[in-house]
């Protein structure tokens, strides 16, 4: 019973290219949760998506910062243009859907994508 | 919004001791669900204990407890018999219980939590 799947597990990036993070739920989980942890710093919540449908983006920037979550394949954390303070490490987690037989939401985490921008 | 804070910073204990790591939170609402999340060097998130705040009855998992205190808006993680495994970060986190769905979670800074030999 595979986890949460994130790849790559570390990414380097030079100031202006494109960051992708993709990220696997567990099976049977419906609900895919983004959050980015800074040095030194708890977890902060980006988006929250379900399959095909964002539902709440309040934690990710205006700018540069996109998600997506199709109906096959995994989820995908884009960053365009990446600059140096986007470094840090994006975590993914999934939840089984409210009226699942597992009914605590629960969020399980992957082990994270370390992004470095030189 | 809600906020979570996690007053310790780093706290250190020899090994077989019993430790308690705090938190509190504050929240407008009445239904939720608090967590506390164990995050060791390999930084990897794993759950750790999980509260649901309309149940009286403190949460507990082997060696873990908790003693959540809803009027007080605390919730806060008990260890005993420490182990050196136990050494990582620590955070505790809260969920609103939105009902239609699920919600991101809002997490403390944390607590380095070291267990000496």
């Known amino acids: 019973n595979a986890g949460v799947m994130q790849n790559p597990r570390h990414l380097v990036r030079r100031r202006g290219q494109e960051a992708r993070l993709r990220c696997s739920p567990m099976?049977?989980?419906?609900?895919v949760y983004w959050y980015r942890q800074l040095p030194e710093e708890g977890l902060k919540f980006m988006v929250y998506?379900?399959?095909?449908?964002?539902?709440?983006e309040s934690g990710m920037p205006k700018e540069r910062f996109s998600a997506e979550f199709p109906k096959e394949g995994p989820s995908i954390l884009r960053i365009q243009q990446v600059v140096r303070g986007d470094s840090a490490a994006y975590f993914c987690?999934?939840?089984?859907?409210?009226?699942?037989?597992?009914?605590?939401?629960?969020?399980?985490f992957g082990p994270g994508t370390r992004l470095t921008v030189l | 919004a809600q906020t979570v804070t996690q007053s310790q910073p780093e706290m250190s204990v020899q090994e077989a001791e019993t430790v308690t790591l705090s938190c509190t939170y504050d929240?407008?609402?009445?239904?939720?669900?608090l967590f506390w999340y164990k995050q060791p060097p390999s930084r990897q998130m794993i759950l750790v204990i999980r509260?649901?705040?309309?149940?009286?009855q403190n949460a507990t998992e082997n060696r873990f407890s908790v003693n959540f205190q809803k009027a007080a808006k605390s919730f806060s993680l008990e260890i005993s018999d420490s182990q050196l495994g136990d050494t990582a970060m620590y955070f505790c986190?809260?969920?609103?219980?939105?009902?239609?769905?699920?919600?991101?979670?809002?997490f403390g800074k944390g607590t380095h939590l070291i267990i000496q030999p």
């Open positions: 987690a999934s939840s089984p859907a409210p009226g699942a037989r597992d009914r605590t939401d629960t969020q399980y």
């Open positions: 099976k049977g989980h419906s609900h």
């Open positions: 998506l379900q399959k095909e449908n964002i539902i709440d």
């Open positions: 929240t407008s609402e009445n239904n939720y669900y």
């Open positions: 509260q649901e705040a309309y149940k009286q």
């Open positions: 986190a809260f969920r609103e219980d939105s009902g239609g769905g699920a919600d991101g979670l809002t």
